[in-house]
């Protein structure tokens, strides 16, 4: 294991908390706000020019926490095999990190829905209203249920990150390598 990692973690900390706070800041702030543009027809418009803007930043931020997220993964390769619970650990973030990704890339092809029928009448960046087409209208439904869902499955990942921090702690180290020693000695008398 590498005595620092700084640079991977750092990435990987504003790389999720990019993801977080584009996507939380899009369902709070760009989402609602579009509904007090006047015209019903310039509302989707309006989210969609945000959204087209925040997506290059948001794909740089999610291949920043993957790298980095690899790096830091590869240089604990041997607490993953030694330490209790850390590959429990890491196989939840991983599956947590799919969940988030595709979210992510659902919602995106969702949004690219909505922007091919630009212009159309809606009461804001996901909702519809009465002359919204019906594709859109759906499209604009399930957004809605995933500008929520992406913040929370990545702030899931922000909590687990921390709570994978707090198991190299020392201690937490000490522990861990002899519950698993513990483990393996038990395994070996068993069999």
């Keep these: 294991m590498k005595s620092s990692n700084k640079v991977a973690r750092a ?3 504003l790389a999720l908390g990019a993801w977080f706070g584009g996507t939380l800041m899009g369902a ?3 989402n609602a706000a579009s509904k007090e543009i006047e015209s019903p027809s310039d509302r989707s418009r309006v989210a969609n020019a945000g959204w087209a803007k925040w997506t290059p930043l948001n794909l740089a931020a999610i291949a920043g926490y993957l790298a980095s997220g690899a790096i830091i993964t590869k240089d604990n390769k041997g607490r ?3 330490q209790e619970g850390v590959a429990r650990s890491t196989l939840v973030k991983t599956g947590l990190t799919g969940l988030a990704l595709a979210a992510t890339a659902y919602s995106r092809v969702l949004g690219q829905r909505v922007m091919n029928r630009d212009g159309v009448s809606v009461h804001d960046g996901v909702t519809p209203d009465s002359q ?3 594709d859109v209208a ?3 439904r399930q957004l809605k249920m995933l500008q929520w869902a992406i913040p929370a499955h990545v ?3 922000i909590a687990l990150s921390s709570q994978m921090g707090e198991q190299q702690r020392p201690l937490q180290v000490l522990k861990g390598l002899s519950k698993h020693a513990t483990k393996q000695v038990a ?3 068993s069999a």
């Design 28 to 30: 709070v702030g760009l």
């Design 155 to 157: 702030g899931s990942l």
């Design 187 to 189: 395994a070996r008398i």
């Design 80 to 82: 993953l095999a030694s």
């Design 132 to 134: 919204t087409p019906a």
């Design 11 to 13: 990435v990987h900390d």
């Design 138 to 140: 759906k499209a604009q």
